[in-house]
């Protein structure tokens, strides 16, 4: 079945830092890709998305590339801030409607002042 | 916009009993509400999706009967976790999305979730 797998947290980094959270995924057919971000004490945000290959999501200095030939959507950003602490997922979803998301279970974020 | 709350942020019952949780979209009619439970350290796991004014779609294994959903307008839908067991202590997260046609209608906003602690 279809499934994501992200690295496991926490990750803890200083300000400044570059990060990578790794997600691959396994899906029949072509899915559209999704991070989602939750703050403390906050619900899940929308943090970007890419619908097909080789699309690039973007969002508040936060990248990730949709690669299809190694079913990955890995999460970047050049300089992280204290601000970004928070619980990173990574999902997909099989329709337009997004109706079905599945999630991977989710990177704690630490960023250290 | 797209605001989604939920009530209780934190429960804890005693085994037997039953618990409601509200979810409510406060500045958008949501047409389509979804509830997930979350394990720690796991992923959200979608347990239903509920339409508005029609019965709840459970995802398998999911009883109907142990996790009743009510979705009686277009701001709330209520999850009832009914006679309650140590085995139902969870995080339990609602999302809504908009009707088809409207500003990001492919989008499902999340609510903080509600900690279900059964003793």
């Known amino acids: 079945g279809n499934s994501v797998t992200q690295m496991e947290g926490p990750v803890t980094l200083s300000e400044e830092a570059f990060l990578t959270i790794n997600c691959t995924y396994t899906?029949?057919?072509?899915?559209?890709l999704f991070w989602y971000v939750q703050y403390p004490g906050e619900g899940l945000q929308l943090l970007l998305k890419a619908t097909k290959a080789d699309d690039k999501g973007s969002n508040k200095g936060f990248e990730a590339t949709y690669r299809k030939e190694t079913t990955s959507f890995h999460l970047e950003k050049g300089s992280v801030q204290v601000s970004d602490s928070a619980v990173y997922f990574c999902?997909?979803?099989?329709?337009?409607?997004?109706?079905?998301?599945?999630f991977g279970s989710g990177t704690r974020l630490s960023i250290r002042p | 916009g797209a605001v989604v709350s939920q009530h209780p942020s934190r429960v804890i019952c005693k085994s037997g009993t039953s618990v409601k949780i509200e979810c409510r979209s406060l500045?958008?009619?949501?047409?389509?509400m979804f509830w997930y439970r979350q394990f720690p350290k796991q992923s959200l796991m979608l347990m239903a999706t509920s339409n508005e004014g029609s019965k709840a779609t459970y995802e398998q294994g999911v009883e109907k009967d142990k996790f009743l959903i009510n979705h009686a307008s277009l701001t709330l839908s209520t999850l009832t976790v009914t006679s309650a067991h140590p085995e139902d202590s969870s995080f339990y997260i609602c999302?809504?999305?908009?009707?088809?046609?409207?500003?990001?209608?492919?989008?499902?906003?999340f609510g903080p979730g509600t900690r279900l602690t059964v003793l």
């Open positions: 999902a997909l979803s099989m329709d337009s409607s997004a109706s079905k998301i599945i």
């Open positions: 500045d958008f009619q949501a047409t389509t």
């Open positions: 899906a029949t057919g072509y899915p559209s």
């Open positions: 999302s809504a999305s908009r009707a088809s046609g409207a500003p990001s209608y492919n989008e499902q906003f």
